[in-house]
């Protein structure tokens, strides 16, 4: 159900983007006009990837030391998995910190921009996961 509701998205999004595309190709306004537009269009998603990596990140920093103020009370078994996880957060961490500073510097790539806010959801996402799954590691 929540692969179908993210697949459905994704088309959602792609038909709006083609369908934004094809409006701006097909406007009675200049090429000069029609190339402002796309670049102002791509700056704009670009900020809002920006200030979303911002926001994840800062969530992700939460988690993480959340993690590891609980994580004393856990068991062999759980503090391997623990480990790995942790592990994979704080390099999404590193990663969009890194991302974040090359934009600031004007060096990011846009594809960066977009995997580093896709690894810090997923690193966010397999955290609440394992909290979830081991209520011993709420911070006291």
């Given at each position: 159900m929540k692969n179908r509701a993210k697949r459905y998205a994704i088309g959602a999004t792609v038909a709006a983007l083609a369908g934004y595309v094809a409006g701006i190709l097909t406007a009675p306004k200049s090429g000069k006009e029609t190339r402002k537009d796309i670049k102002d269009t791509a700056v704009k998603a670009r900020q809002e990837a920006e200030k979303k990596l911002k926001v994840l990140h800062s969530e992700l920093d939460v988690l993480i030391t959340q993690a590891k103020k609980g994580a004393k009370t856990l068991k062999k078994g759980a503090a391997e998995e623990f480990a790995t996880v942790i592990t994979k957060a704080q390099f999404a961490k590193d990663k969009?910190?890194?991302?974040?500073?090359?934009?600031?510097?004007?060096?990011?790539?846009?594809?960066?921009?977009?995997?580093?806010?896709?690894?810090?959801?997923?690193?966010?996402e397999h955290l609440k996961a394992f909290l979830k799954k081991n209520p011993e590691t709420k911070a006291k």
């Open positions: 969009a910190r890194e991302v974040l500073s090359s934009i600031h510097e004007g060096d990011a790539v846009d594809k960066d921009l977009q995997k580093a806010v896709d690894e810090v959801k997923q690193a966010s």
